[in-house]
């Protein structure tokens, strides 16, 4: 008789949903300010894409000078921002630690935040491979 092999348990995330999509500046501070919340993991950010290039329409091929399209500072590292945040996804590194995480992320976001936001605590993001990553080959 075979014994099941033991699966990943998939780690907590809050879901920041702010009213509106956040500037490239609030996004750079909420992002640091994270960050330092004790037991985060890792943070996405998902939102509106701001391409390089125009993909459709008249102006097909030139360029798009997008206010928000910078680069911020995150943890001391630049990154060039190619979405307008419209959510965030902080991964918390145990299930016991989410309560306080919980507090401390929603305090930091009525500091930065002038507006309203809502949390929600789930699994937003996959944790394992499906089998649509088998069939592209991203996974072997």
Do not use: W
């Not at 348990?9 to 004790?38: C, D, G, H, M």
């Not at 701001?50 to 008249?58: I, Y």
């Amino acid at each position: 008789m075979s014994t099941p092999a033991s699966e990943r348990v998939p780690l907590p995330e809050i879901q920041i949903f702010p009213e509106r999509l956040l500037l490239a500046s609030t996004t750079e501070v909420l992002l640091n300010k994270l960050y330092a919340v004790k037991n985060v993991r890792q943070i996405n950010i998902q939102g509106e894409g701001l391409p390089t290039v125009m993909k459709a329409g008249p102006g097909t091929g030139g360029p798009v000078n997008h206010p928000e399209r910078k680069k911020i500072k995150v943890r001391g590292e630049e990154i060039e921002l190619t979405v307008q945040v419209g959510r965030v996804f902080v991964e918390i590194s145990d299930i016991d630690f989410v309560p306080q995480a919980l507090k401390d992320v929603e305090e930091v976001c009525k500091e930065v935040l002038p507006f309203s936001f809502t949390l929600e605590v789930g699994r937003y993001n996959k944790f394992k491979p499906t089998t649509s990553d088998f069939k592209k080959g991203l996974v072997k």
